[in-house]
């Protein structure tokens, strides 16, 4: 943490050397935690009945779960989003050149590059932070197979413009799903669109089961590849019919799964106050905009995304996120720098900044939020607070900053 030794005289931020806004740290990301008692009575059940992987009673029951919820025929809970990504990618036989965002969570492309498969990064639409249909097309090559799009902040893809593409340009296409559990695009539920759509059920993300995640799909067959592969490839005692891995999901995080489950109307509420609650505090603070969701879909409002223009604000996102930081509010900069910038990646591609003008601009703008259940309204307003003050002090601040040593 950065605090000055003496504090600056009328100042009242920690940078400046105040005591901070939060004895605790806020995270981005802090679990919400269901219904303890049913939680534990079911880790009691399981227990009794000594079943704990393997395709259990409650990985099934979750499953249903989901595939009711999302309104699609198959859901494969997994270990983790990534490991399920690389399944799905696999079963759908994606191979030489696969077009992805720059601007998402390093596993999108992680997912490809472990099985050798070539990311080929495409830059985004900066009003949604999605992959931009247009932009993508002058990446395909005769080595394309497939695009994976990442549903970003859980905001829908232009699922339709995308589909038009795969379809007229001979390509497979597959969704990372991980932030949109809950959401919707065009009234119908996220989970149904492309070959497949990869869901992350990290402890941080809106919807948890400590780790996991499902694969869904409308597609029969590549539903039995997958499950198939989930688990090495058996389909009996001694009888492997298929290359697999282990992707299960265990009991105990579908326990964790179906419980957190069961809260979701009262989970998707109190992110979508506290949201609200955000764009209130944060209004008329300059070169400050809190991204929107779309009030006509089904959203999970889980991250609360802040882009910070650097020719209007008086402190750039830099500046304002180790103003945060002192105050114990642990705000992120996802997904700065861009997966292009990122190793492998980076040594792979080292030009391919030049064809991301979009990701490379709102990477270095973009600030994410604390929101969830451990966030109140109060709280909201003490952030917003630290911001307007920061701003009013920003020469102070920057002045500070200069005599620091540089940090990331
Ligand atoms: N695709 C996309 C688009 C994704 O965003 C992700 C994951 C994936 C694929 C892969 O899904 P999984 O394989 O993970 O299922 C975090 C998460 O680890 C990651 O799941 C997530 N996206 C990404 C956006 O954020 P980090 O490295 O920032 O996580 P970390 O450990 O810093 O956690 C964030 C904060 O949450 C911490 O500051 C502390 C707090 N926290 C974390 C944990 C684990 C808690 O308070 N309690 C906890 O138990 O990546």
């Known amino acids: 943490m950065t605090q000055a030794s003496t504090p600056s005289p009328g100042s009242d931020l920690a940078l400046l050397g105040s005591a901070p806004a939060f004895s605790a740290p806020l995270h981005v990301g802090r679990p919400n935690i269901g219904d303890r008692e049913r939680l534990f009575a079911r880790f009691n059940e399981m ?19 989901i595939a009711e919820y999302l309104g699609v025929r198959h859901a494969i809970c997994v270990c983790n989003a990534t490991v399920g990504l690389e399944i799905a990618v ?29 990311p080929v990064f495409a830059d985004m639409d900066p ?10 097309e002058r990446h395909i090559t005769p080595r394309t197979t497939a695009i994976l799009a990442t549903h970003v902040w859980g905001r829908p893809c232009a699922v339709e413009a995308l589909a038009e593409i ?3 340009r001979g390509l497979k296409l597959m969704y990372d799903a991980a932030h949109a559990f809950g959401c919707s695009s065009g009234g119908r539920m996220i989970g149904g669109f492309g070959l497949a759509e990869v869901f992350s059920f990290h402890a941080t993300k809106f919807l948890n089961s400590f780790e996991g995640g499902a694969i869904t799909t409308n597609d029969d067959a590549l539903a039995a590849r997958i499950r198939l592969m989930t688990n090495f490839g058996f389909v009996d005692f001694d ?10 999901m265990p009991e105990s995080s579908a326990i964790m799964g ?34 929107a969701y779309d009030p006509r879909e089904r959203g999970n409002y889980q991250y609360v995304v802040v882009e910070v223009d650097p020719d209007v604000s008086p402190l750039n996102r830099d500046e304002l996120v180790r103003v945060l930081h002192a105050e114990n509010v642990l705000a992120r900069k ?26 490379e601009r709102v ?12 966030v109140s309204e109060e709280i909201i307003g003490r952030i917003a607070g630290v911001l307007r003050r920061a701003q009013e002090q920003a020469e102070a601040v920057r002045e500070h900053l200069a005599a620091l040593p540089a940090r990331t």
Request: no cysteine; charged share 20%; aromatic share 10%.
């Open 239 to 248: 009888k492997v019919v298929h290359i697999g891995t282990n992707g299960k």
């Open 363 to 374: 990477a270095a703008r973009v600030i994410v939020l604390p929101t969830g259940t451990a």
């Open 90 to 118: 696999r079963a759908a036989d994606f191979r030489g050149e696969v077009i992805v965002p720059a601007y998402t969570f390093v596993a999108t492309a992680h997912a490809l590059q472990w099985q050798e498969i070539t």
């Open 334 to 359: 996802y997904f700065w720098p861009g997966v292009h910038r990122m190793e492998p990646y980076r040594s792979l591609f080292p030009h391919a900044y030049l064809l991301l003008p979009e990701t």
């Open 258 to 291: 179906l419980t957190s489950f069961e809260g979701i109307v009262g989970l998707i509420e109190t992110n979508r106050r506290n949201h609200e609650a955000y764009r209130t505090s944060l209004a008329g603070l300059p070169g400050i905009s809190l991204t």
């Open 127 to 136: 009003a949604t932070h999605n992959i931009d249909p247009e932009r993508l």
């Open 47 to 65: 227990l009794d009945r000594r079943w704990l992987s393997n395709n259990g009673p409650f990985v099934q029951q979750f499953e249903r779960a």
């Open 166 to 168: 795969a379809q007229r």
